[in-house]
């Protein structure tokens, strides 16, 4: 082979373009042997793999056919399980005719956070709307005054697992603040209170800790002292993650200088209103990226209060399942279920990338 | 020239009022290492003291004591008459009296330069925030550099970061202001703005404790110039006096090294 020049053309002719864009694309799948190769094994696993998973998802599926028959016959998805058992689904063994409860509970919340990621809302008056709307949330749900009472082991679904994920996350933040601060501080009592409550949590499995307060508790403690099972069950996930955002926390605070103490020391700031206003929004800020990372971990670790006999989303699924009227669809409850579960857990990744986007970018 | 210059007299102390600084028979140990050895040294209100030495010499860390950035072990500090304890409270209170400028400035990266300038006054004097604001473009017209509000530290160059970092201890209105080494951090090109900014508050009568190798800033303000070496204040004369006629061997090599 000659190594031959070839002089670069110059602006390509309108009819030029795409002939251009095909002989570059090509020479990307097929210039050297071994993209050759790579190309032509994936175009193999594309043929053998989308044409069924299509077919399964939507050609050969029960869209609408409410009749469970019909998803007997079918050889794909059973998406019309979904639809009929969606009450189920969403609010797993919530009395039948109070699902409406549940329901403004859901909305409720996602409103609520919706309104908090506005940056124009965050002030005091946000945290009291928030006090204020558990209150009438866990009315909602609890019943009493007015509404049938509902107990905490009838609760099932969406509202167990947004509930378990906001309380558990809201409460353990702050708590994970004043242990990242004790366990720098240099009065030894508080740091080896906050390492030994850090260390002994993260040391343990969350399932062993979920174990501990829903079923030993009740083995030592009086019934009239014992909280309810839900509660013990927000309880135990709070100081998880507590524990964990607290590490997460440190790490932050360790990256900002001793410069910074200084300055504000220097100025009369007394320790606490110079944490609050000057190391810890650099802090966390710091942080963001890991911070994230341990929050979006914990919304998809409260499916795991199922062990304890709560009814969260994944729980709900699999009573659903149990309808014998049904050939029992797991893959597409739990498809639907996963796709909750992702718009959580995305929504709250964009909410943390725009929050590192924001203020100065310059240091 | 030198004989135009006018000839500094320190302002006379009021007999009835305590002295801006009293350090009297300080001593400071980092473990075993004897930093400050036996520091005595008065500093009257309306004073200018230019802190020079070798480095590792103590000096910082002597500035740094008076307001409790780093703590002594022996003697006694009284700031305005009132001794430094053990009592965070009373340190915070003398501390809003103290304003100090960084070697690294030590602005807050994720505040505008104006919020910088008011936190301390909100937060600390309990000022509004109308007021706050009032003052802090005051001082910041007076470091010349109010166009940059509303920007972030980031966004500033070398010396008007340190510009507004004296600005920030001014809108405090403090009595006495230490500066650490102000200029050592920045670019050649740099070092005057700030300077004359330092030229400008010491005519205006301010207590200042500065720490620095400008010699020519010395000669220009200070009233005495305290020379340090080895944790010990070696000597301390008028800056005339103290560039003609060093009395100490230790003196007389630290002006050769920073004078050539």
Redesign the interface.
Known sequence: MKAVSLPLPAEPMPGQIRFGAFRRSAKLLFGTPLNAALTLLFGVLLVATVPPMLRWLVIDAVLFNPNPSACRVATGACWSFIYAKSGQLLFGIYPLDERWRPAIVCLLILALLGWSVRPASWAPRLLALWVAALVLIFWLMGGGIGLTEVPTSSWGGLPVTLLLTVVAIGVAFPVGIVLALARRSTMPAIRIGAVVLIESVRGLPLLSILFVASIMMPLFLPEALLPDKFVRALVALTIFAAAYLAEVIRGGLQAI?K??Y??????????W?AQY??IL??AI?VAIPALANTIIVMIKNTSLVLVVGLFDLISSGKAALADPDWPSPAAETFLFIGAIFFALSFSFARFADFLERR????? | MLLSAPTRVPSMPDPSAAPAIQMTGMNKWYGNFHVLKNINLTVHRGEKLVICGPSGSGKSTMIRCI???EEHQQGQIAVEGVELSHD??QI??I??D???V?Q?F?????LTILENLT??PI??RRMRRGQAEQTAMHYLERVKIPDQAHK????LSGGQQQRVAIA?ALC?SPKIILFDEPTSALDPEMVKEVLDTMVALAEDGMTMLCVTHEMGFARQVADRVVFMDQGEIVEMNTPSEFFSHPRHQRSKLFLAQILN
Not at chain 1, 262 to 271: I, M, R, S, V, Y
Not at chain 1, 359 to 363: E, F, K, Y
Not at chain 2, 106 to 110: A, T, V
Not at chain 2, 152 to 155: C, F, L, N
């Open positions: 200088p410069g910074q200084e300055a504000a020391a220097a100025l009369g700031l007394p320790f209103r206003l000057i929004p650099q800020r203020g100065p970018t310059a240091h | 307001n409790r950035l965070l409270k915070d209170v501390r809003r103290i304003g100090m960084f690294h030590n602005l807050f990266p994720h936190l301390a937060w600390v972030y530290p980031g966004q920030r405090m």
